[in-house]
């Protein structure tokens, strides 16, 4: 079973960035793929980003796409995501998230395990 703890999360203005990232345990990191998932106040989780596990390939909701970047260092069995050009739209409470299999993808029943996950906040 996979452990994932995610930090860097806080409060940013609108127009700024923050990097989370996603420590993760138990399983060879290097073998699967990740994914971020966010939850805002009164909404259904949704799919954020995803990378495949050698980092090769990437993939963005629309509404993320061209502002945040999914990225992950192997050697350090960590995931991260660069959020740039933050918008109020983005408060929530972000998630990383471990498929049961090689690859998740952006269907949320595909992944097994999930962080604690991390706060953003970002103000107008």
């Known amino acids: 079973q996979v452990q994932l703890v995610e930090s860097g999360g806080g409060l940013v203005q609108a127009g700024g960035s923050l990097r989370l990232s996603c420590a993760a345990s138990?399983?060879?990191?290097?073998?699967?793929?990740m994914g971020w998932f966010r939850q805002a106040p009164g909404k259904e989780r949704e799919f954020v980003a995803t990378i495949t596990w050698s980092g090769g390939s990437t993939y963005y909701a629309d509404s993320v796409k061209g502002r945040f970047t999914i990225s992950r260092d192997n050697a350090k069995n960590t995931v991260y995501l660069q959020m740039n050009s933050l918008k109020p739209e983005d408060t929530a409470v972000y998630y990383c998230a471990a498929p049961e299999r090689y690859y998740g993808g952006t269907a949320q029943s595909k992944y097994n395990a999930w962080g604690q996950g991390t706060q953003v906040t970002v103000s107008s």
């Open positions: 138990g399983r060879t990191f290097s073998s699967y793929g």
